[in-house]
T-cell receptor, first 115, second 119 residues
């Protein structure tokens, strides 16, 4: 079942501007992850934030997590044309057998960065 | 980093035939793998959790007799779409959690996906 809602559904910005995407979810989580998907391709893991963390940085990426509001945001600073892709949040919950997280994906944001 | 491959990358088949998709973890072992389906311009929907040496766990609404999953080894899971119909046309993606070599179980490594078109 679809857990997360993302907004906006689509975002178009100029190169150099910042892009902010938001994700809301419904149930308790172990962690929240953000992924990027270029058209017709597989997913690339961007960043993971655990439920006891509030903010995390990785290069030009900044992720926040508010578990009281069940929401997260992804900020991409100084965007580049190469950042054009779909971005998905995914909430992770541990599974009992075999390890790893069962991921439930949000609806996604299509980001277009124009020159 | 950890690599997951899928084969084939693209397949076109006639309605009523069966199609097998392979998912391999190339440089790590995975006792668990996940299979997702993604329709155009939509998000990924988890279909099932593949467990090495035991039965797969299917999500609600996914027909286990139609989507057969076999996780025969620690590096290979297969998804067979049986008696495929045009509505099964989709992008099928597998993933595996990183377990060894310092990779945390929180991280998922995704395959490049398989585009299935059923005529």
């Amino acid at each position: 079942s679809q857990q997360g809602e993302e907004d906006p559904q689509a975002l178009s910005i100029q190169e150099g501007e910042n892009a902010t995407m938001n994700c809301s979810y419904k149930t308790s989580i172990n962690n929240l992850q953000w992924y990027r998907q270029n058209s017709g391709r597989g997913l690339v893991h961007l960043i993971l934030i655990r439920s006891n963390e509030r903010e995390k940085h990785s290069g030009r990426l900044r992720v926040t997590l508010d578990t009281s509001k069940k929401s997260s945001s992804l900020l991409i600073t100084a965007s580049r044309a190469a950042d054009t892709a779909s971005y998905f949040c995914a909430t992770g919950s541990f599974i009992l057998t075999g390890g790893g997280n069962k991921l439930t994906f949000g609806t996604g944001t299509q980001l277009k960065v124009e020159l | 980093g950890a690599v997951v491959s899928q084969h084939p990358s693209r397949v076109i088949c006639k309605s009523g035939t069966s199609v097998k998709i392979e998912c391999r973890s190339l440089d790590f072992q995975a006792t668990t793998m996940f299979w997702y389906r993604q329709f155009p311009k939509q998000s990924l929907m988890l279909m099932a959790t593949s467990n090495e040496g035991s039965k797969a766990t299917y999500e609600q609404g996914v027909e286990k007799d139609k989507f057969l999953i076999n996780h025969a080894s620690l590096t290979l899971s297969t998804l067979t779409v049986t008696s495929a119909h045009p509505e099964d046309s989709s992008f099928y993606i597998c993933s595996a959690p990183g377990l060894a070599g310092g990779i945390g179980t929180d991280t998922q490594y995704f395959g490049p996906g398989t585009r299935l078109t059923v005529l």
